[in-house]
C-alpha cells in the first residue's frame, strides 16, 4: 500500500510528513544553517517565497534574503487578492501554490514519491470558510488534491495517539506562527472528536518576534536610522536568539551591517516583552475549559511558540496537568495530518478523527425588535461535526418584495452583527420567483458543511419548490472558476514543470463500475469544460481507455484518477 503525506502549510513554517506500512515520520525537506538546525529546525520548511528576477526560490534560501521575498501567505487569505514578491504580481492563491509545488518536488527530489498529488492539508481550527476555500484551491493548483482540510489541533492530538489511549481527555494549546487554537477533545475507541474550540486569528510567533523586536531596538541608539538590509538581518538573528532562550538565560546578538558589537538579550527581557501576548492566550483556553468542564487527562502544546518556558509554565499552572512530550512540537500536526492521510487511504485502522465548526454559521434577519444592523440567526451552531447540514425558513421584511439580500455569517451570535468577531463570508441579492404577501413568500435557506469546511448555500421557494439558488461558496481567485487553468498554467511555467495533457470521449458503458461512471463524469463535467485543448485530449484518451477494459478497469481508472488529483483546483 502506498505511502499517505500530510502536509502542515504553517503561516512561518511548514513540514511534511508520511505514513507507512511501519512508522511515521516528519521529512526534511531544506538544509538549514547550522544554528538553525542544532535549534530543531532540521525537518522545519520556512514558509517564506522570494523571487531572483523571475526565478522564485522557498524556504532557508528566501527567508535569508534581505529582500524580494514574502513571509506568511497565509495571512493573506483573509484580506488579500494579489501579491507582489520582488516585482512579480502573482494571485495569493498562485504564491502559496508555488509554494506547494515547491513541497511536491522536494518529495520528489528525494525519492519519497514519484508525484506527490494528494494529502491531507492542515489548517488553523479558527480558519473562517474563505481560508479553509483558498487553501485548499491552492494545493489543488499546485497538482495537489486535498483529502481532507483537517484543524491543526486535531492533527496534533493524533500525532500523540497511541501514547494517550483510549477514553481520554484531551487540550491541544497549538501556538504556532500565526495563529493561536485551543481545542479540547475526547478519544473514544480509536476516534478523536472535537469537544470545544476556540482561536485568536492573529496571535503567533511573528506577534511575539514584533514585540521582541520592538523591545530591543528601542535600548541600541541609532537603530530608527538602520536601512532595510540591516533591519532584516538583525530581525533573524533576533528570531534565533529567542529561540535559544528557550534553553539560556542570556544570548548575544551581533548589530548588523558595518556597526560593530553585541547586544546582549536575556529571558527576563524577553517574556516582560512578550507578556501582554502571553496574557491574551488565556481567553481562549478559558472558554474551552468552560464550554467542555472536567478532568484534563492530557496536555498537549504544539508550534513553535509553545515552546516557550514562559508560556508552559502558564498553561501548565492553569489546566493542572502536565505536559505531554512524545513528540516534537515542530513536527506534531504535519504526522498527525499524515496519520489522517493514512486513515482514508486505508494504511491505519485503528484511529479515525472528527473534525468540528469553530464558529457558528447563520443568516442576518431584521424583524421588527431587531437592530439596524440586524440579528444574527444560526443554522450550524459552534462546534457541530462536519459534515453537517442544517435547514431554517424565512420569509421576505416586507410584503411583495421582488428581491432579498441573502447574508452568509460567520462567528459569534451572542455578539453584534457589527462585531469584529463576526464576519459576513458571503452576500447575494436573490430574486424572489413572484411577488406576494410576506407569509405566503416563505423560503428555505439550506447549509452544508463537506468534511473540509466547505460550504454549499441552497434557496427554495416553499410554495412552488423552485430552487432559487444553488451554489458551493468559493472566494478569491476561485470566484471565477474559467480563469482557473490560466492560473495553473502560470504556477506551471513559474516552476518549470509542463501541464499534464487531458478531453471529450464517447458516452459511458454500462459494464463500467459506479466509480469509473463518476470518474469520467467529473472529467468530462467539472474539467474539460475549463482546459485547454491538450488536457482535454489527454481526458479523452484516458477515459477511452478506461472504456475498453471493462473487467479490468484498475489500472485506467487509477490513471484517470491521478490526472484528476492533477486538475483537483477545478473538483
Not at 514519491?113 to 489543488?140: E, H, M, Q
Not at 528570531?239 to 536575556?266: C, H, M, N, R, Y
Not at 493514512?342 to 479515525?352: A, E, V
Request: glycine share 8%; aromatic share 6%.
Amino acid at each position: 500500500m502506498s505511502d499517505a503525506f500530510g502536509i502542515d502549510f504553517g503561516t512561518t513554517n511548514s513540514v511534511l510528513a508520511r505514513t507507512t506500512a511501519t512508522s511515521v515520520e516528519a521529512i526534511p525537506l531544506d538544509e538549514p544553517p547550522a544554528a538553525w538546525a542544532e535549534a530543531g529546525f532540521d525537518r522545519v520548511l520556512p514558509s517564506v517565497i522570494g523571487f531572483n528576477g523571475s526565478t522564485p526560490t522557498f524556504g532557508w534560501l528566501a527567508k535569508r534574503s534581505s529582500s524580494n521575498r514574502l513571509e506568511a501567505v497565509k495571512r493573506l487569505f483573509a484580506t488579500d487578492d494579489t501579491v507582489t514578491i520582488g516585482g512579480n504580481e502573482l494571485k495569493v492563491e498562485e504564491a502559496a501554490a508555488i509554494f506547494f509545488r515547491h513541497i511536491q518536488q522536494r518529495a520528489a527530489a528525494m525519492g519519497l514519491t514519484s508525484r506527490l498529488d494528494r494529502a491531507v492539508v492542515t489548517i488553523p481550527a479558527n480558519s473562517r470558510g474563505l481560508a479553509r476555500y483558498r487553501t485548499k484551491l491552492s494545493a489543488g493548483l499546485a497538482g495537489i488534491q486535498v483529502m481532507a482540510l483537517i484543524n491543526e489541533p486535531t492533527a496534533a492530538a493524533m500525532a500523540h495517539a497511541r501514547a494517550i489511549g483510549q477514553n481520554q481527555r484531551i487540550l491541544v494549546f497549538d501556538w504556532g506562527g500565526g495563529t493561536l487554537d485551543v481545542t479540547v477533545l475526547q478519544s473514544f475507541e480509536g476516534t478523536f472528536i472535537e469537544q470545544s474550540s476556540k482561536g485568536i486569528q492573529r496571535l503567533g510567533g511573528l506577534d511575539v518576534d514584533a514585540a521582541f523586536l520592538s523591545s530591543v531596538l528601542s535600548r541600541i541608539p541609532g537603530s530608527a536610522d538602520w536601512g532595510t538590509d540591516d533591519l532584516n538581518l538583525f530581525r533573524l538573528e533576533l528570531e534565533l536568539a529567542k529561540i535559544k532562550l528557550s534553553t539560556l538565560t542570556s544570548v548575544p546578538v551581533a548589530l548588523p551591517g558595518s556597526k560593530q558589537g553585541f547586544v546582549d538579550v536575556t529571558r527576563a527581557q524577553f517574556e516582560e516583552a512578550i507578556r501582554p501576548l502571553i496574557q491574551r492566550t488565556r481567553e481562549p483556553l478559558d472558554v474551552c475549559l468552560r464550554e467542555s468542564p472536567g478532568r484534563i487527562d492530557h496536555l498537549v502544546m504544539v508550534g513553535g511558540s509553545s515552546k516557550m518556558p514562559v508560556i508552559q509554565k502558564f498553561i501548565t499552572d492553569i489546566v493542572g496537568t502536565d505536559l505531554s512530550t512524545d513528540v516534537d512540537p515542530m513536527t506534531a500536526i504535519a504526522e498527525g495530518a499524515a496519520i489522517a492521510a493514512g486513515i482514508l487511504q486505508g494504511t491505519i485502522t485503528d484511529l479515525d478523527f472528527h473534525v468540528g465548526t469553530e464558529h457558528a454559521l447563520g443568516t442576518i434577519v431584521h424583524n421588527d425588535t431587531s437592530p439596524k444592523a440586524g440579528e444574527f440567526a444560526v443554522l450550524i451552531r459552534r462546534n457541530t461535526k462536519y459534515p453537517a447540514s442544517a435547514t431554517d425558513s424565512y420569509v421576505p421584511a416586507m410584503d411583495f418584495q421582488e428581491k432579498i439580500s441573502i447574508d452568509v455569517i460567520e462567528g459569534d451570535p451572542t455578539k453584534p452583527i457589527e462585531h469584529e468577531d463576526n464576519v459576513v463570508i458571503k452576500n447575494w441579492s436573490i430574486d424572489l420567483p413572484e411577488q406576494r404577501l410576506k407569509q405566503d413568500a416563505a423560503f428555505d435557506i439550506t447549509y452544508e458543511y463537506d468534511l473540509d469546511g466547505i460550504l454549499h448555500v441552497r434557496l427554495q421557494d416553499k410554495r412552488s419548490g423552485k430552487i432559487m439558488m444553488d451554489e458551493e461558496l468559493a472566494f478569491g481567485a476561485g470566484e471565477d472558476r474559467s480563469q482557473l487553468p490560466a492560473m495553473r498554467r502560470r504556477v506551471d511555467g513559474l516552476m518549470d514543470s509542463p501541464t499534464g495533457a487531458s478531453g471529450l470521449g464517447a458516452p459511458t458503458g454500462p459494464a463500467l463500475s459506479p466509480a469509473a461512471r463518476e470518474s469520467i463524469r467529473k472529467a468530462r463535467e467539472k474539467i474539460m469544460p475549463f482546459v485547454v485543448d491538450a488536457d482535454k485530449q489527454r481526458l479523452a484518451d484516458l477515459i477511452a481507455a478506461l472504456e475498453a477494459a471493462p473487467g479490468a478497469e484498475a489500472e485506467p481508472l487509477e490513471a484517470l484518477d491521478r490526472e484528476l488529483r492533477n486538475h483537483s483546483y477545478l473538483l
